[in-house]
């Protein structure tokens, strides 16, 4: 009854979006430029680092490349269904407008991570499945069907970890709502993702192991892909996956307690 | 038993000093001197259904935080609650079902689309069935007359059609408690009027239960006999508007229209000038006086016109505010 | 003197912002950050890929180009562009009599100091804590010209920035572009990998852009890299660089408060 509901409103935001779309071409167009520059780059980058190196903690060159497309695939779809939201909510606290969600009768976090869409995300995820399948046919992987359902299975669940993560962090914002460049932080720290977890690992740093989790999220899905997976892998990704959540719920419940909007 | 029931509601805020300057920075790094804000400071009051209330007072003097905890988006620091015998903060689904709260200044209708879409997606959010939907916003767009703009863009419309279109998506569902904070704030008098009518006849036709909150008194003598005045947090006065004057002000105000100037001196023995801007002189005289005094101005001074009138309430809620004791 | 009370102005309000200053300086941290434990994955036989370049020569690298990222790098263009041009204010600015060039610079002055400190900290830190990674040159004479560069390097970014954000005279939508630019950016000035590491095609590229000449240069001057030779030819060709900016400048700015003044806002 009720995920029928949840179904409802979001066709119904789908449609609000696709039209919004149409009307406000300004907005498109930058978004596309960042689409198209930012999505390019993430090649160009791992091209230019892997000119010098062969390989890295196992990973060859073209599996380093197949990981940042898998990244790219994945990415794109936060990008459409989540990353507007992000800058929104920043927004939406610093300037009190939370409260007119909080006052639907719906799931405030729902709310705030599915208003927006942003469609020039797609950009990134078609670009990341042509270079993706290029790639694995150059490099002759024998791809079963289950290798690729456990791809995208994996990969939901990692963007799920992600996003997670992102809204733990984005929560302290109604504690300290000026700190919206947090956003871009959490863009920069979600770029580890594109290496293999080892570089966290090997660094053997305190400060750093909470981003392990992070690292599990697309790495995993790519080895999934390529038959390459350690179960260990699957497990600890899933585990991350479900605590992150569980945590981000709790933790934003917690904090509206403490949100006073702006303009008394 | 009352459909809205507050009992020794309390809300502070922690905030710190600052001083200005490029000192006063640094210290605030090292030293931060926290104190307690109290928003507002044990509010008791009981309404009953179908009751349309306003609630005046100065800014910052915490009728918008009462109101955010009547409608669940503030936890109060302590008190009891109760709206439609719902816990407010917990915000049930049910409860949120059947209140609304509107904002003068935030909008939640989206820009770049008319209105009518914004409207669909709470269709879905509320649940409210297709034919009751439709009903409805057939009843609240006759009678705000907005019918023609229903599918123009929001961006597109003036403050006030946007305004009316804010309150049309706010009440679609049908809400029975009524939140509105400063409805009418930055809108030009006729729409002002127009959204006065439009929240009596709302009151009347489905016996909502509203609390209203205003700046412009006229929105409150109009729409509301019972008003609760808050100042510094505190409830000072809950009771009929017209008996507010009647008790604190027991005055009529002459204004006269002079031909010539006439010193301050002579004007002072009659009442209490308010205003002396010539050619208009406002004074202000007990109310046993006023035909007495009314008879010795047109006697004594050259006077073109006069007029009577009560005590503006502003007036008299603003002495109410500078004396502070009741 | 008038300059330096706009200087302290805005020290004021960046102190406050100082949470959100720092999340900035984190921000330009990361990505370094990451790609040294790239480069640790990838150098683990404590090999040098190109002669001159071990893992404590990346390790250096890196830390200081996030150092100079945060410091060096102007982000003037958007104030300029969506505050002043698009808004208006830039009106205020006319009225006054000074030089708009010099008080945006003095106005971005504290932002970037402010980054500065945080980035010097964060080496103090570093060094004693990890002190063996970190290497810079102990030569007086190479440390006073790479700060030379290194203020270079500075004026440049600060004028390429300005007369960018000057864009939005004839340019709406200019955001686009800013991503494209960042992007050039980071690979040409040598944030994804030192030029000497890129290849061939690249490097020749980026030596003809002046991207370099604000990070990548003032970054190596400090590791030491440079001979004095080198540090003063680099020299030579950032006065060129900046001289060349300068005119642009002029003529942009001539160009478009024409445009603004014929218009009006």
Redesign the interface.
């Known amino acids: 009854m009720k995920i029928k509901k949840y179904f409802r409103v979001y066709k119904t935001l789908l449609g609000l979006n696709l039209s919004a779309l149409t009307a406000y071409r300004g907005g498109f167009y930058a978004m596309m430029a960042s689409s198209v520059v930012w999505g390019s780059f993430q090649y160009i980058s791992v091209l230019l680092l892997t000119s010098r190196v062969k390989s890295i903690f196992g990973w060859s060159r073209n599996e380093l490349i197949i990981l940042t497309a898998a990244y790219s695939f994945f990415w794109g779809i936060f990008h459409f269904v989540l990353a507007r939201n992000f800058s929104r909510i920043s927004r939406v606290i610093d300037y009190g407008e939370l409260d007119l969600i909080l006052a639907k009768p719906m799931d405030s976090q729902f709310l705030m991570s599915f208003w927006m869409m942003n469609f020039t995300g797609l950009f990134r995820t078609i670009l990341g499945s042509i270079i993706l399948i290029y790639m694995l046919s150059i490099t002759h992987v024998i791809v079963t069907a289950a290798n690729v359902i456990g791809f995208f299975l994996l990969g939901l669940c990692g963007l799920t970890l992600i996003y997670s993560f992102w809204f733990i962090m984005v929560t302290f914002l109604i504690w300290y709502p000026r700190l919206s460049n947090i956003i871009e932080l959490l863009y920069n720290i979600t770029g580890i993702t594109r290496y293999p977890p080892q570089i966290i690992y090997e660094a053997k740093n305190f400060v750093l192991f909470f981003l392990l989790p992070l690292t599990l999220a697309m790495a995993t899905p790519t080895k999934v892909l390529l038959n390459k997976v350690i179960y260990g892998d699957v497990a600890w990704l899933l585990f991350f996956t479900f605590i992150f959540f569980l945590l981000s719920r709790w933790f934003w419940k917690f904090a509206l307690k403490f949100y006073t909007s702006a303009s008394g | 038993m009352a459909i809205i029931s507050v009992k020794n509601l309390s809300k502070s805020y922690q905030s710190y000093k600052k001083e200005p300057g490029m000192l006063g920075s640094l210290k605030s790094l090292i030293k931060r001197e926290y104190f307690e804000k109290k928003a507002v400071d044990s509010i008791s009051f009981e309404i009953e259904e179908g009751e349309l209330v306003g609630f005046i007072g100065p800014n910052g003097a915490g009728k918008t935080t009462t109101l955010k905890c009547l409608s669940g988006l503030l936890y109060p620091t302590s008190g009891d609650l109760s709206v439609m015998g719902y816990v407010p903060h917990n915000r049930k689904e049910d409860f949120l079902k059947q209140m609304s709260i509107v904002m003068g200044q935030k909008n939640q209708l989206w820009w770049d689309l008319p209105a009518i879409e914004s409207y669909i997606l709470n269709k879905e959010i509320y649940e409210i069935p297709k034919k009751e939907f439709e009903r409805t916003l057939d009843e609240l767009t006759e009678l705000l007359d907005v019918k023609n703009i229903l599918n123009v863009q929001v961006r597109k419309l003036s403050l006030g059609q946007r305004m009316k279109m804010e309150l049309i998506g706010s009440l679609l569902h049908r809400p029975k408690v009524l939140f509105l904070d400063e409805p009418t704030i930055g809108l030009d008098v006729f729409v002002q009027k127009k959204l006065r009518d439009f929240i009596r006849d709302y009151n009347e036709r489905y016996k909502a239960t509203i609390i209203l909150t205003s700046h412009y008194m006229q929105d409150v003598k109009e729409l509301c006999s019972r008003v609760i005045v808050i100042n510094y947090g505190k409830l000072i006065y809950d009771g009929n508007l017209k008996d507010i004057v009647k008790k604190y002000s027991p005055e009529k105000r002459i204004i006269i229209i002079l031909s010539e100037a006439v010193e301050r001196e002579r004007l002072e023995r009659f009442g209490r000038i308010e205003e002396n801007d010539f050619p208009k002189v406002v004074l202000s005289v007990p109310l046993q006086d006023y035909k007495k005094v009314a008879a010795k101005l047109l006697e004594d001074f050259p006077v073109e016109d006069l007029n009577i009138e009560d005590p503006a309430i502003e007036g008299v809620i603003r002495d109410i505010f500078s004396n502070e004791k009741i | 003197m008038r300059y330096l009370k706009i200087l302290?102005l805005h020290?004021?309000h960046v102190?406050?912002?100082r949470?959100?200053s720092l999340?900035?300086f984190?921000?330009t941290f990361?990505?370094p950050l990451?790609?040294i434990?790239?480069w640790?994955?990838?150098?683990k036989g404590g090999q040098e890929?190109?002669p001159g370049w071990s893992i404590t020569t990346i390790v250096s690298y890196y830390f200081l180009v996030a150092i100079t990222g945060a410091f060096l790098v102007s982000h003037i263009e958007e104030d300029i562009a969506e505050r002043d041009i698009q808004k208006g204010e830039l009106v205020r600015y006319l009225i006054k009599p000074f030089s708009y060039y010099w008080i945006k610079l003095f106005e971005e002055a504290p932002y970037r100091i402010l980054q500065g400190a945080y980035g010097i900290v964060t080496l103090v830190i570093f060094y004693f804590c990890f002190g063996g990674f970190i290497s810079l040159s102990k030569d007086p004479l190479t440390i006073c010209l790479a700060i030379v560069i290194a203020l270079l390097g500075a004026f440049i970014s600060a004028t390429f920035k300005q007369t960018i954000g000057l864009l939005a005279f004839w340019i709406?939508?200019i955001?686009?572009?800013y991503?494209?630019l960042?992007?050039i950016h980071?690979?040409f000035a040598g944030v994804?990998?030192p030029l000497a590491?890129?290849?061939s095609f690249?490097r020749i590229i980026a030596n003809i852009l002046p991207f370099a000449y604000i990070i990548y240069y003032p970054t190596v001057a400090f590791i030491g890299q440079l001979s004095y030779p080198e540090l003063i030819r680099v020299i030579g060709i950032q006065c060129v660089w900046l001289g060349f900016m300068i005119i642009v400048y002029r003529k942009v700015w001539n160009a478009g408060i024409k445009k603004f003044t014929a218009i009006g806002q």
């Open positions: 302290l020290f004021e102190f406050e912002q949470l959100r999340v900035w984190v921000v990361i990505n990451v790609l434990l790239f640790r994955g990838a150098l890929i190109v709406t939508d955001f686009g572009l991503e494209v960042e992007v980071i690979v994804v990998m590491l890129l290849p690249v």
